[in-house]
């Protein structure tokens, strides 16, 4: 199992980050997925989820309505679009299946002026 996440960077408050990531060794339309984050000195968080076929998604209340997750089954691709960013979106962001198992190497997102 490899996860790839892209698109992280330097962000002003108020922009917005598209984030990729890309998953291999494993079917991919058969698991939900989710984007989680690590802030420094805090643990790792939930920021949303999707469902196997992206009929169902969740956000965590710090992101429900800036934040919006989907997948390309074909591309075997989950994506987190990020807007109206803060400050304390600042993070390593990662992506993994729902159900556990291993991480990728995380994007780091910087939300600063």
């Known amino acids: 199992v490899q996860y790839v996440e892209s698109g992280g960077g330097l962000v002003q408050p108020g922009g917005s980050l598209r984030l990729s990531c890309a998953a291999s060794g494993f079917t991919f339309s058969d698991y939900d997925m989710s984007w989680y984050r690590q802030a420094p000195g805090k643990e790792r968080e939930l920021v949303a989820g999707?469902?196997?076929?992206?009929?169902?998604?969740n956000y965590a209340d710090f992101v429900k309505g800036r934040f919006t997750i989907s997948r390309d089954n074909a591309k075997k691709t989950v994506y987190l679009q990020m807007n109206s960013l803060k400050p304390d979106d600042t993070a390593v962001y990662y992506c993994k299946k729902t159900a556990g198992g291993s991480w990728g190497q995380g994007t780091q997102v910087t939300v600063s002026s």
């Open positions: 999707i469902t196997r076929f992206g009929g169902r998604t």
